[in-house]
C-alpha cells in the first residue's frame, strides 16, 4: 500500500495557507510536512510506468496526476518491496477512491519530487480549492490591486515601550464613603466644649515629591496624514486638432518613370496642350482686366463738373505785416511742417546801392526778425523771431519742428527754440480763435496786442564762422550724422542733429548742436547755475553752444583744374533714409518713432565717441553744389588725405558751367534721389546723379531771369519757376519740355525771391511765394497741377532716363563726330599738300565780284517786277 | 517621354511662363519645371481648388465638366487645365 502522496501546495496558492486551519503550520514544524501528504521518490521508470515523468507529462504549471489505485496495487504486486510506492501501500490500499493524486514537486517544498495525497478530503480539497475561498480570495485579490497588500503585523519590540508608557490600573479602584448615622439626621445639635489636646490635625504640608518637575516627558503621538482624494476633469467640449503635422506625398523616381513611360502621360498632354497655348497667348495679346476707361483720365474724376474748374493759380491769401516788412525785402521763406497754415518768412534789409558804398552814414538799424504767419490773421504776424542779423536762410529741424536753424549774413549760424510759443501757434489755427483760458481773459487784449517775441538761443562763435554771408542751411537727416572727419555714422539718437552751411566764403561747414565732450565736464558746473532762464526769457536747450559754437568740420572746394576755389551758393544733399547697415530697418526706426513721440532734450543730447559707431560703409556723400559763377559742381565732402598727409577736401569731380550767373535754387526731387533741378540766371537744369556728363535736360534760356523754383510736391513732372518780373511759370516735363505748360504773369510786380510749395491736405496745396517787397503770397495749386496721373513716377522715370540716354548718345556722337572731323582734316591735308594761301586782297575782290553779280541780279529781278528804284547812294567800287 | 518633353518645352517658351507642373488625379506631382518646394505647395493647395471647382460645376449640370480654370492674382496668373488622370498647372507672368 503505498501511502498516498500529499499535493505540493505551490507558492503562487499563499492566500489558500490562510484559509487553511492551523493544523497544519503546526503539524508542518513536527513532520517537516502535511499529515495528508506524503513525499516520494519516484524513479525514472516508475515515471514513465505512470506517465508522470518530470518535467514532461507533470510540470511546473500542471504538478498534478492523478493515479488509479488498481495500477498502483498492480505495480505493488509486481515489484513488491522494489516498488516505489511501498512506503503508502497501506495507505492506497486503505485508500476509498479510485484515483490518488500524484502532486509534482518543482521547488521540493516537502524535500521530495513527488507527493502523494493520502486523504481524498486533501485531494478533493487540493484540486477543487473550496468555493467560498473563491470570494474570499477574490476580493483579497481586488483588494491588493487597490493598495499594498496588508501584512500581519510582526512584533518588533514596539510593544513593549507603549506598555511602559501606558498607564493602565494596577488594582481596583477603592471608594468609601462616610456618613452620619441614620438616626442623628435631623435631631438637635448639642454643641459642647471639648479638649483640644484630643484631636487630630492634618496639615497640608508640601510633599516633596511633588516638587520635582518633570521637565521631560515621553509620551507617543501618531501623526495621520489628513488625506482627502478628489478628482476634477476637464470637458473638452469641441474636440480639434490644434496642429497637424504633416508631409507632402511624393513619388519615388521608379514611380515617376513609369509614370513617364505610361501612354496616358502623352495623351493628356495632346489634349490639354493647344487649350493651355490659347490661354496664354490670350494673356500676351491683351490684358482683359485693364480698365482703359478707368485709366484714361484721372484729371476728370471727381472735378466739379459744373465748370469752375480752376486751371491756373487762385491767390489764397497774402500776408504783409506794416510795421515789420515795410522796406525788406524777404530772403526765405518756410512753411511750418507740422502745424497748418504757419509759415516764416526772412525778412532782409533792402541795401540800396548808394547806402551801402556809403558805410560812414548811420544806417537806421532795425532789428532783424523772422516773422511767422498764420492763415488766420493775415495781417499781424503770429510770432517773431529775433535775429542777431539779416538772416538769408532759415530751417526748420525735421526731428523737431521747434528748433530752427538760420544763417546770418554776417557768417554767423544762429539757433531759435519755440516751444515756448507753440501753443501760441498752435492756437492760431483758423476756426480755433479762443484757446486761451477764460481766466486770463483780462490780460488778452494786452498779449494779443503785443506779438511774442523770442530771442536766439545760440549762435557760433564769430571767429570759426563764415566770412561770408551764410546763404544755405540744411539740416541732416534724423538717419545718421557725420564725425569730425567727414565719415557719415550711424545716428543712435534718430533725431536731426547736425546742419551744414554753405556761403561764398568758398567753404561748407558742417556743424553739431550737441554738447561736445571738451564742454561736458564744464556744462555740469554750468548745469547747477542753468536752471533759472537768462534774463531775456531765453530758453536754455542751446546754452552750451551760445557763442563757442564751433563746426565740427569744414570743407573747401578747390577748383578742378584752375587754382581757387569755388563759392558755393546753394547746395542738396542726399537725404540717406535706410538703416541697413546698422541692422536697424526702417520699420524699426519708425516703430522707436511711433512708440514715443518723445521730442529729445537737445541739451542733454552729447556728441557720442566717434569708434562706438558704426560708419555707413555705402553711404553717398556726395553732393551738389551752386556757386557764384553758375556752375554746378559735384564733389564728396568727406575729407581725404592728400600728400602732406593732412586731412583735405577731395577736389570736385566735375563741374559744368551751365548756368551763367548766380545759381539760386539747387533742389531734389521729393520722388526721386537722384534728380536734382538748378536754377539761375536765365534757364533751369535738371541733373541725374551719376551722369557726369552734363545735365540730362537743359531748358532754353528765357527773357528773365529765374529767381526761384521748387519741385510740386505730389507731382514729379511738375515744377515752379518764379522770374524777375513777378511772374510764376509751372514747367511740366510731360506735356511740354520746352516752354512753360502755364505762365501767371504779374502774380507781384517785384521779383519774386522765394517760392516754396506744401501740401497742407490732400486736397490742399499750396505756393507760398515771396517777393522784394516783402510782401508773401499764398496760392492754392489746382487739382490739375496737384493729382498725380496713375503711372506719373514711372513716365517721368523714364523720361529722364530717355534723357539721359539722349545725353549719352549726343557725347559719344560727339566724340565720334570731333574723330570724324580730325580724319577728314588729315584726309583733306593728305589731298592737297599744297595749297596756296589766298590773300587778303584776292579775297576780298573775289567777294566784291560776287556782290555785284547779286546787284545786277536784283536789278534785273526787280526791274522785270516793275519795281526797280535807282538805289539813294551806291557804293561804286 | 519625349513627346511629353516637348509638350513641355513649348508651353515654357511662351512668354512669360514662369513654372509648368504636371500633377496626377491623386495631387502628387509628377512632372515640375519648379523647385521642389513651390511644386509640392502649388500641387497640394491646387488640387483641392480642381476638384472643388469640378465638383461645383458638375453639381449644377451633371452632363457639363470643367475644361479650364484660370487664376488671375495680382502678381501672375495660374492656369490649370485638368483632364480624366491628371492636371497641368501653368503659371505666367502676365506682360502688363
Redo the contacts between chains.
Keep these: 500500500m503505498p501511502p498516498k502522496r500529499s499535493k505540493s501546495v505551490t507558492s503562487s496558492a499563499g492566500s489558500k495557507k490562510k484559509g487553511k486551519n492551523t493544523e497544519s503550520p503546526a503539524q508542518g514544524e513536527k513532520l517537516g510536512h502535511p499529515e495528508d501528504i506524503l513525499p516520494m521518490v519516484l524513479t525514472s521508470a516508475t515515471q514513465e510506468l505512470f506517465g508522470c515523468r518530470a518535467d514532461e507529462d507533470v510540470t511546473g504549471e500542471s504538478p498534478y496526476k492523478l493515479l488509479k489505485k488498481d495500477d498502483l496495487i498492480q505495480d505493488l504486486k509486481t515489484r513488491a518491496a522494489v516498488s516505489d510506492f511501498s512506503p503508502a501501500k497501506q495507505i492506497v490500499l486503505n485508500y476509498p477512491e479510485d484515483e490518488l493524486l500524484l502532486v509534482f514537486d518543482r521547488d521540493f517544498t516537502y524535500d521530495q519530487l513527488f507527493y502523494l495525497v493520502l486523504t481524498p478530503e486533501a485531494k478533493a480539497r487540493i484540486l477543487n480549492p473550496p468555493q467560498p475561498e473563491a470570494p474570499e480570495v477574490c476580493e483579497n485579490e481586488v483588494h491588493k490591486t487597490g493598495r499594498s497588500e496588508p501584512k500581519p503585523w510582526i512584533s518588533l519590540g514596539s510593544e513593549q515601550e507603549i506598555e511602559e508608557e501606558s498607564f493602565k490600573e494596577s488594582r481596583e479602584k477603592l471608594w468609601y464613603k462616610f456618613s452620619r448615622v441614620r438616626r442623628k439626621f435631623g435631631a438637635p445639635v448639642c454643641f459642647s466644649e471639648s479638649n483640644i489636646d484630643a484631636y487630630m490635625e492634618c496639615v497640608p504640608f508640601q510633599d516633596s515629591r511633588f516638587r520635582i518637575k518633570q521637565m521631560q516627558r515621553d509620551f507617543g503621538m501618531q501623526a495621520v496624514p489628513r488625506m482627502q482624494s478628489s478628482s476634477s476633469q476637464t470637458q473638452w467640449k469641441f474636440k480639434r486638432n490644434i496642429f497637424t503635422r504633416y508631409t507632402?506625398?511624393?513619388?519615388s523616381d521608379g514611380d515617376?518613370e513609369n509614370?513617364?513611360?505610361c501612354e496616358?502621360?502623352?495623351h493628356?498632354?495632346?489634349?490639354?496642350?493647344p487649350?493651355?497655348?490659347q490661354?496664354?497667348?490670350q494673356?500676351?495679346i491683351m490684358?482683359v482686366?485693364?480698365d482703359d476707361w478707368k485709366a484714361l483720365g484721372t484729371a476728370g474724376d471727381d472735378a466739379d463738373w459744373s465748370g469752375k474748374v480752376s486751371e491756373g493759380l487762385m491767390l489764397y491769401q497774402a500776408f504783409t505785416d506794416q510795421k515789420y516788412t515795410k522796406d525788406k525785402k524777404i530772403s526765405s521763406i518756410n512753411w511750418h511742417p507740422t502745424i497748418y497754415g504757419v509759415l516764416a518768412v526772412a525778412l532782409t534789409e533792402k541795401k540800396k546801392e548808394e547806402e551801402a558804398m556809403d558805410e560812414s552814414s548811420a544806417v537806421e538799424f532795425r532789428a532783424s526778425h523772422i516773422v511767422f504767419y498764420s492763415f488766420s490773421d493775415p495781417s499781424n504776424p503770429q510770432l517773431l523771431l529775433e535775429c542777431p542779423d539779416d538772416i538769408y536762410a532759415f530751417e526748420f529741424c525735421p526731428s523737431d519742428p521747434n528748433i530752427i536753424v538760420g544763417g546770418c549774413v554776417n557768417g554767423q549760424v544762429v539757433l531759435w527754440d519755440i516751444s515756448a510759443h507753440v501753443i501760441h501757434l498752435q492756437g492760431t489755427q483758423p476756426g480755433k480763435k479762443y484757446s486761451l483760458n477764460a481766466d486770463t481773459f483780462d490780460l488778452d487784449d494786452n498779449k494779443e496786442n503785443k506779438t511774442p517775441v523770442v530771442r536766439y538761443c545760440a549762435v557760433s562763435a564769430l571767429e570759426s564762422s563764415h566770412k561770408a554771408p551764410i546763404t544755405d542751411v540744411q539740416w541732416l537727416p534724423p538717419t545718421f550724422e557725420v564725425t569730425k572727419l567727414g565719415l557719415p555714422v550711424e545716428n543712435k539718437n534718430n533725431v536731426s542733429v547736425q546742419v551744414v552751411t554753405c556761403s561764398p566764403d568758398c567753404a561748407l561747414m558742417f556743424w553739431d548742436v550737441r554738447v561736445t565732450k571738451l564742454l561736458s565736464q564744464s556744462g555740469s558746473d554750468r548745469k547747477q547755475n542753468a536752471d533759472q532762464k537768462t534774463s531775456y526769457g531765453v530758453p536754455e536747450t542751446f546754452k552750451h553752444l551760445d557763442r563757442t559754437w564751433k563746426p565740427l568740420f569744414k570743407v573747401s572746394l578747390p577748383k578742378i583744374d584752375t587754382g581757387g576755389e569755388y563759392a558755393p551758393l546753394k547746395f542738396s544733399l542726399e537725404l540717406y533714409t535706410c538703416n541697413a547697415n546698422t541692422g536697424r530697418t526702417k520699420e524699426e526706426a519708425n516703430e522707436n518713432d511711433d512708440g514715443s513721440k518723445v521730442v529729445p532734450d537737445y541739451s542733454q543730447l552729447r556728441v557720442p565717441s566717434a569708434k562706438t559707431l558704426a560708419t555707413l560703409e555705402d553711404f553717398n556723400t556726395k553732393l551738389y553744389i551752386g556757386t557764384e559763377d553758375g556752375e554746378i559742381i559735384y564733389t564728396d565732402w568727406k575729407l581725404v588725405k592728400d600728400d602732406s598727409g593732412r586731412q583735405q577736401s577731395a577736389k570736385p569731380l566735375h563741374c559744368f558751367r551751365t548756368h551763367h550767373w548766380l545759381v539760386n535754387t539747387v533742389q531734389r526731387s521729393p520722388f526721386y534721389k537722384d534728380i536734382i533741378l538748378t536754377m539761375g540766371s536765365w534757364n533751369f537744369a535738371i541733373w541725374k546723379e551719376g551722369v557726369m556728363e552734363g545735365p540730362i535736360v537743359t531748358s532754353p534760356c528765357s527773357e528773365q531771369v529765374c529767381t526761384a523754383g521748387c519741385w510740386s510736391p505730389s507731382r514729379p513732372a511738375v515744377f515752379f519757376i518764379g522770374k524777375d518780373d513777378g511772374s510764376i511759370e509751372v514747367w511740366n516735363l510731360l506735356e511740354k519740355t520746352g516752354e512753360p505748360l502755364q505762365v501767371h504773369a504779374h502774380i507781384t510786380d517785384a521779383k519774386i525771391t522765394c517760392i516754396k510749395a506744401w501740401t497742407a491736405s490732400s486736397k490742399q496745396h499750396f505756393l507760398a511765394v515771396t517777393d522784394d517787397l516783402g510782401m508773401v503770397r499764398v496760392l492754392e495749386i489746382p487739382k490739375t497741377l496737384y493729382a498725380p496721373f496713375k503711372s506719373e513716377t514711372l513716365s517721368v522715370k523714364k523720361y529722364f532716363k530717355l534723357e539721359e540716354d539722349r545725353l549719352k548718345d549726343f557725347m559719344k556722337r560727339d566724340e565720334l563726330w570731333a574723330k570724324q572731323k580730325k580724319e577728314a582734316e588729315k584726309l583733306k591735308k593728305k589731298m592737297d599738300p599744297v595749297k596756296p594761301v589766298k590773300s587778303l586782297t584776292e579775297n576780298d575782290e573775289e567777294n566784291m565780284k560776287e556782290y555785284n553779280v547779286h546787284l545786277e541780279q536784283e536789278e534785273s529781278v526787280l526791274k522785270g517786277l516793275g519795281l526797280w528804284t535807282a538805289p539813294a547812294d551806291t557804293e561804286d567800287t | 517621354?519625349a513627346?511629353?518633353e516637348e509638350?513641355?518645352k513649348?508651353?515654357q517658351s511662351?512668354?512669360?511662363?514662369q513654372g509648368i507642373i504636371?500633377v496626377?488625379s491623386?495631387?502628387?506631382?509628377?512632372?515640375t519645371t519648379l523647385d521642389n518646394a513651390s511644386t509640392?505647395q502649388y500641387?497640394?493647395l491646387i488640387h483641392q481648388l480642381v476638384m472643388k471647382a469640378r465638383s461645383t460645376v458638375r453639381d449644377i449640370d451633371p452632363q457639363n465638366d470643367l475644361?479650364?480654370l484660370?487664376i488671375?492674382s495680382k502678381k501672375n496668373?495660374i492656369?490649370i487645365?485638368p483632364?480624366?488622370?491628371?492636371?497641368?498647372i501653368?503659371i505666367?507672368n502676365?506682360?502688363?
Design positions: 507632402p506625398r511624393e513619388l515617376k509614370i513617364h513611360q496616358n502621360l502623352k493628356f498632354c495632346n489634349s490639354v496642350t487649350r493651355v497655348l490661354a496664354l497667348q494673356e500676351e490684358n482686366f485693364f | 517621354m513627346e511629353v509638350t513641355l513649348r508651353i511662351q512668354k512669360g511662363v504636371i496626377n491623386e495631387g502628387i506631382p509628377v512632372k509640392v500641387a497640394g475644361t479650364f484660370r488671375r496668373e492656369m487645365a483632364d480624366k488622370d491628371y492636371f497641368l501653368v505666367q502676365p506682360s502688363d
